[in-house]
């Protein structure tokens, strides 16, 4: 098979990468294009030798070719690195080949995973309620103007702060006050998250306590962002 004459040689750990002359070019000027288009050794070999990840720069190679990268998908992270370094070391390979779009691109990518992170799940608590109800739906639509969103993580959840929480109910049966509970938790987060429930947040637990040492109820309800998307 004959070999393009216009294609350029990249050789890491004695591993052969092809680079055609619009890959050189994009993002541009970069690593490829300084060393191949220039009048360096580079440009007249047409082939250069670098200690650089062969696998990662297959992921270089598909964004060299005008391709989204990110995110990476299972079988795009090398097998000697984890989920948690692949994207460090890819930002470390395209600040190495001076390809500013990728780099800015793992930065952006970090920054929306990090939010996206935080406001996976959040959490509306109220202030202490004095009892001028007896009834928890009551307590509940007297909390609507005081409670204040927190946003928490999925560890948080898990542990035994929340452990009190009301489950949500939903793929299971439910008794007429369960039902008339949920409607009104329900119209609290209406109120509080608009349009955006239940299309964007999901209703997870809840809790309604009252106090006998302070002689106040307390309002908790959490809801998760089906949106996100954490890797």
Same mark, same amino acid.
């Given at each position: 098979?004959?070999?393009?004459?216009?294609?350029?040689?990249?050789?890491?750990?004695?591993?052969?990468?092809?680079?055609?002359?619009?890959?050189?070019?994009?993002?541009?000027?970069?690593?490829?294009?300084?060393?191949?288009?220039?009048?360096?050794?580079?440009?007249?070999?047409?082939?250069?030798?670098?200690?650089?990840?062969?696998?990662?720069?297959?992921?270089?190679?598909?964004?060299?070719?005008?391709?989204?990268?990110?995110?990476?998908?299972?079988?795009?992270?090398?097998?000697?690195?984890?989920?948690?370094?692949?994207?460090?070391?890819?930002?470390?390979?395209?600040?190495?080949?001076?390809?500013?779009?990728?780099? =800015?691109?793992?930065?952006?990518? !970090? /920054?929306?995973?990090?939010? $996206? +992170?935080?406001?996976?799940?959040?959490?509306? %608590?109220?202030?202490?309620?004095?009892?001028?109800?007896?009834?928890?739906?009551?307590?509940?639509?007297?909390?609507?103007?005081?409670?204040?969103?927190?946003?928490?993580?999925?560890?948080?959840?898990?542990?035994?702060?929340?452990?009190?929480?009301?489950?949500?109910?939903?793929?299971?049966?439910?008794?007429?006050?369960?039902?008339?509970?949920?409607?009104?938790?329900?119209?609290?987060?209406?109120?509080?998250?608009?349009?955006?429930?239940?299309?964007?947040? =999901?209703?997870?637990?809840?809790? !309604? /306590?009252?106090?006998?040492? $302070? +002689?106040?109820?307390?309002?908790?309800?959490? %809801?998760?962002?089906?949106?996100?998307?954490?890797?």
């Amino acid at each position: 098979m004959d070999t393009d004459s216009s294609a350029y040689t990249v050789i890491l750990q004695d591993r052969k990468f092809t680079l055609t002359p619009s890959q050189v070019e994009f993002d541009s000027p970069n690593y490829f294009s300084k060393r191949f288009l220039s009048d360096s050794r580079g440009s007249q070999t047409r082939q250069i030798k670098l200690n650089r990840d062969p696998d990662l720069f297959k992921i270089i190679l598909n964004y060299l070719c005008g391709y989204t990268v990110l995110p990476l998908s299972a079988k795009q992270i090398p097998e000697h690195m984890s989920s948690a370094t692949v994207l460090g070391n890819l930002r470390s390979d395209a600040v190495f080949y001076q390809l500013n779009g990728l780099v =800015q691109a793992c930065q952006e990518f !970090v /920054s929306s995973q990090a939010i $996206q +992170q935080r406001r996976t799940y959040m959490a509306f %608590v109220s202030a202490p309620l004095l009892p001028s109800h007896t009834h928890k739906e009551a307590v509940i639509l007297q909390a609507r103007n005081d409670c204040h969103p927190a946003t928490i993580s999925s560890e948080a959840l898990s542990g035994p702060l929340f452990d009190f929480l009301g489950r949500s109910k939903s793929n299971s049966a439910m008794t007429f006050d369960e039902i008339r509970m949920l409607a009104v938790i329900e119209d609290v987060l209406r109120s509080k998250l608009g349009a955006e429930y239940p299309h964007k947040w =999901q209703l997870v637990g809840w809790d !309604v /306590s009252y106090s006998p040492d $302070q +002689q106040k109820w307390m309002v908790v309800i959490v %809801v998760r962002n089906i949106l996100a998307v954490v890797v």
